[in-house]
């Protein structure tokens, strides 16, 4: 149920998604994914993907009851099949120019009473058979964009206290806040974020630093960078030109590390929600790149799973830097969705890199990033490293050290 949400507010939510998000052109056709307890948020956004000229707009949905029919009654070879026929029509349509929005919003805890084992099945399957709509989005060819639904049951796990309608209510007034919607003019809100996440970008990508050097409580890590890396962050030009804002909330600068060059320990600072399992007190040891040594107080075994799917899933393909002072991290809230919980402290992404984090990364082939450092894998999964008791120096390719934060914020 959704008529108690604030009519305005998913206006609002929506109007910024279609035009600072996914910055739809005339047009262009809109393909959207989201949990069917996100239809009144699609509605939306597809009246003003209509008013911004959209030629169509195409959703898809998932349902988590269809969702739970699988594990609970499917034979056990479907856990190692996906679509892929499916995938393919959709990187064929992003190749042919349509935009992509991603509507985020499902119960984080869905899965928490299936068999591990049959999840990561299922997850690695589709990981395979979506790569062909997942390039084009890893490699920036086309505008895209991630927002969030105040689904029920989301709700009710990151304030299991109140009753689900008021839950939901306060869900939706943190995401409004947390995507910078208030006052009169959200477009203009935007704009202004981008322009200081471009000073942070300008600075880092001036020192072009070879490492990062992280200290903190757990955590002594010498992060070495990708071959041509380049700092991202706020609203960016695709390649096919449009200028997006791929994930609304945003408040990180990130880019591409190397993939074998990551030694010694790190320390999660925040739990990791993950295909239903939290994961909690995440501590790691890297040596050349690969974490060869893993532990958590919860969820330990998903987590050690997560690391053997592939080469790459053990190493990193994107490290973010982010103010402790950010309004995510200070609002206190663990929202259990990596969109939100990212932007609240410093974290590290297991997996595939994004080829537009490398100079030219998107004209490379697989064999050419990795040469360079860019990681290849079928998972990106973010966890959080930062908190207002970690510094981070870089390390200039004179060996000067530079202080880029300290007690999580910003030293520059």
């Not at 262009?28 to 009144?40: E, G, K, Y």
Request: charged share 20%; proline share 5%; with cysteine.
């Amino acid at each position: 149920m959704s008529d108690h949400l604030d009519p305005v507010k998913l206006d609002r939510l929506a109007e910024v998604a279609v035009r600072t998000g996914v910055n739809l052109q005339p047009g262009q056709d809109l393909i959207i994914t989201a949990n069917m307890s996100a239809l009144p948020l699609v509605q939306r956004i597809a009246v003003h993907a209509y008013k911004a000229g959209a030629g169509l707009v195409i959703p898809f949905f998932t349902d988590d009851a269809i969702t739970l029919a699988r594990y609970e009654n499917a034979a056990d070879d479907s856990f190692d099949r996906a679509p892929a026929w499916f995938y393919e029509g959709l990187g064929k349509a992003y190749k042919a120019g349509a935009a992509r929005m991603a509507i985020t919003g499902d119960d984080p805890m869905l899965l928490a009473e299936q068999d591990p084992a049959r999840v990561a099945r299922a997850s690695k399957a589709v990981s395979i058979a979506a790569k062909p709509a997942m390039q084009p989005i890893v490699g920036f060819e086309v505008n895209w964009n991630i927002v969030a639904f105040p689904g029920a049951a989301w709700a009710a796990r990151v304030f299991p206290d109140l009753p689900v309608d008021q839950a939901q209510g306060k869900l939706l007034d943190a995401i409004y806040d947390a995507s910078r919607l208030g006052g009169d003019d959200p477009v203009a809100n935007w704009a202004d974020h981008t322009t200081e996440l471009k000073k942070r970008v300008t600075w880092l990508n001036d020192q072009n630093f070879t490492a990062l050097h992280y200290t903190g409580p757990g955590t002594d890590l010498h992060l070495g960078l990708a071959e041509g890396h380049i700092w991202k962050g706020g609203a960016s030009p695709a390649l096919n030109g449009v200028v997006c804002q791929p994930n609304i909330p945003t408040e990180e600068v990130f880019t591409c590390p190397h993939a074998y060059k990551a030694d010694g320990t790190v320390a999660a600072t925040k739990p990791l929600a993950y295909q239903g399992t939290v994961i909690r007190d995440i501590a790691v040891r890297f040596e050349a790149g690969r974490i060869v040594a893993a532990t958590a107080s919860s969820g330990e075994a998903v987590f050690r799973d997560l690391l053997k799917v592939d080469d790459g899933s053990s190493r990193i393909g994107e490290v973010a830097l982010v103010p402790h002072s950010s309004p995510i991290s200070q609002s206190g809230t663990l929202f259990y969705n990596t969109l939100f919980d990212e932007n609240a402290s410093c974290h590290i992404a297991l997996g595939q890199c994004y080829a537009d984090t490398i100079t030219g990364g998107s004209d490379l082939s697989e064999d050419e990033l990795k040469q360079k450092g860019g990681n290849q894998s079928l998972i990106h999964v973010d966890w959080m490293m930062g908190s207002d008791a970690v510094d981070i120096d870089g390390i200039g390719r004179d060996g000067v050290v530079v202080p880029v934060m300290r007690r999580g914020e910003w030293a520059f």
